[in-house]
């Protein structure tokens, strides 16, 4: 069978079926249908390829189904076994407590609503499945996972299941790091690498400006110019130095050079461009402009209501992340091009703001929300996946980060009164359900309260993502199915558990206290550290570190989690590839 995708000049597929081995009477191909008589069993082999690549790959599939039909479906199975099982069994987590793995999923899920608690082992199950989609559907070589990842069953799916590339795309890789998985962010950045000729243009035509710049759309063909008529989403020229934060954290968590020497032209055309879009206001600070809240309108004290915008708080947290880490960068590469420059850049960018609220402001001016329970919580960047924002450093902003929260749901949960048991179209109407509603703002939710050690909220939040926003096969329910909720909750188990952001590793730092017991081996830390612990009644009785190089680390355990008393912070001298028991 055949087709094209996209229209006439779309993608063309090809795919071939052929039965290898089968027991029973007859097996014979009638026309374009193969046909089986008093069949008990039957192995089908089924090859697809496309012209995606280049013509002469659209007819791949004839050799290889000759490969593969040579080989037993035995042997086949199992390198696919031994090959995810590699990749897979690097990190694991178990929570301890009631498993209901006798119940089929969807019953398990009915279940969970009603007692969440009596089904600690569902969101085992839940993790697991999280990391199995990523490592099925993001390889070395091929096209990052899109909205739907691999699972899309549509021709002409919503959203094009493309890269919507201002949150669900990063969210889809936030676990590779911790989870020792970075070879499948791989794919992500080669996104970003071939962004950068159509980026090009479209700084060039649209700002006038070097460098490269995207908006909030992107596809494999790597468009850059904004897409479809939604405003608030379209004029956001932010996404390149969002997705290049994804090159430091690769490089943070592998302590790799080579991932920076590599990618450091693609963060020194980000910057050509910050150095031409950014302008200087009146007293002497720089903004970005046009620009949005994603996807968020706000309210002007004349009820004048708008998405475009100058320096909105997002903007700014992103900037400096992205200028901060291009000067840690050039250190370590001895690099000296843009650095004076990037310094007073950063200088000269605006401080997150505290608002009338007490929250976060999200405007340069502080505005009110069209959609105060909106889904996305932008100016909530520097909690995370940033780092501006925390609860040791910068206690008064971290505060008013709980106080977005907290106002964002209130609306949100008002919303879900009234929309529960309303249809997806009704959703949508109203902001896809605002962010207590919307499956990958509640998997952003449990990052936020981790990083703010509210591990019962974290709870909460996963909890309420089982509940209300998984389908029966237990993938993320925008709604409709959407992959990036998947994703963003393992990340947020994770950083639950343990964190790496700071200056020390700090274990169990937003424990939820139903989680009494549990373990976890090589879950990974920034500096390539792999951490091994077990906890049980909440007291932390085994801990054991890893590095791959020589060094010196500090972990931070809070003494509620001890037996007895020692320092806040054990100070570990590492030996390579050497395993330190500290207790």
């Known amino acids: 069978m055949g ?77 696919h076994i031994d090959d995810y099982k590699g990749l897979n069994n690097r990190m694991e987590i178990q929570l301890y407590g009631p498993d209901k793995s006798q119940y089929p999923t969807d019953v398990r899920l009915k279940k969970f609503k009603e007692s969440p608690l009596d089904d600690i082992g569902l969101i085992n199950l839940y993790f697991n499945y999280g990391k199995y989609l990523l490592i099925s559907s993001s390889r070395p070589g091929g096209l990052p996972s899109t909205l739907q990842g691999i699972w899309n069953e549509d021709l002409n799916p919503i959203w094009g299941s493309k890269y919507t590339i201002n949150i669900n795309i990063q ?16 794919p992500l950045l080669d996104l970003i690498e071939n962004m950068q000729l159509n980026g090009q243009i479209t700084a060039k035509k649209m700002y006038g400006a070097r460098g490269f710049t995207a908006h909030h759309n992107t596809d494999g063909f790597f468009d850059t110019a904004p897409q479809s008529r939604a405003i608030g989403a379209a004029i956001w020229p932010m996404t390149v130095p969002w997705l290049c934060t994804h090159i430091w954290e690769q490089y943070l968590f ?16 980000a910057v050509e461009f910050y150095e031409d879009y950014l302008f200087e206001t009146l007293d002497g600070q720089l903004v970005t402009g046009p620009s949005v809240s994603p996807e968020n309108k706000y309210r002007t004290s004349k009820g004048i209501e708008g998405n475009i915008c100058l320096g909105p708080t997002i903007d700014l947290q992103i900037l400096r992340y992205f200028f901060k880490s291009f000067l840690k960068i050039s250190k370590l590469l001895n ?19 505290i608002g009338k609220y007490g929250q976060i402001q999200e405007w340069l001016k502080d505005y009110d929300e069209v959609e105060p329970g909106h889904r996305h919580i932008s100016q909530l960047f520097g909690l995370y996946p940033g780092d501006e924002i925390n609860v040791y450093n910068t206690p008064q902003l971290a505060e008013a980060a709980r106080r977005t929260i907290e106002r964002r749901k209130k609306y949100s949960n008002e919303l879900d009164s009234e929309n529960r048991e309303g249809t997806i179209s009704n959703w949508l109407d109203v902001g896809h359900g605002g962010s207590h509603r919307t499956g990958w703002s509640v998997a952003w939710l449990i990052n936020f309260f981790a990083r703010l050690k509210m591990g019962n909220d974290g709870l909460e939040e996963l909890i309420h993502l089982l509940s209300y926003s998984t389908l029966d096969n237990l993938l993320d329910d925008h709604p409709p199915f959407q992959i990036d909720g998947n994703f963003g909750a393992v990340a947020g188990i ?4 343990m964190q790496s952001h700071n200056d020390f590793i700090e274990i169990l730092p937003a424990l939820p206290t139903k989680f009494k017991g549990g373990k976890v081996k090589n879950l990974r830390a920034r500096g390539n550290i792999l951490v091994s612990f077990e906890w049980e009644y909440n007291k932390i009785k085994k801990l054991s570190v890893i590095s791959q190089k020589d060094k010196i680390i500090k972990i931070k355990l809070d003494s509620h989690l001890l ?14 590839n050497k395993q330190i028991d500290i207790f």
Request: net charge positive; aromatic share 10%.
């Open 3 to 79: 087709g094209t995708v996209g229209g006439k000049n779309g993608v063309e597929f090809r795919a071939v079926a052929k039965v290898g081995s089968y027991t029973g009477e007859q097996v014979k191909v009638i026309g374009e249908t193969i046909v089986g008589k008093n069949i008990n069993s039957i192995t089908f082999f089924v090859a697809v390829s496309t012209d995606y690549r280049g013509n002469e790959f659209l007819f791949d599939y004839k050799n290889n189904i000759k490969k593969v039909t040579v080989q037993s479906y035995e042997k086949i199975c199992q390198e």
């Open 335 to 353: 690099k000296n091009e843009k650095n004076e420059k990037v310094s007073t850049m950063i200088k000269k960018l605006p401080e997150t703001k």
């Open 254 to 269: 592998e302590d790799n050079k080579k991932i920076l020497e590599k990618y450091y032209p693609i963060y020194l055309r």
């Open 171 to 186: 969210m889809n890789y936030w676990l590779t790091g911790p989870c020792n998985l970075s070879e499948l962010q791989n």
């Open 494 to 497: 994770c950083e639950l558990l």
């Open 563 to 576: 037996e007895e008393k020692i320092d806040n912070i054990i100070e570990v001298n590492l030996k390579a």
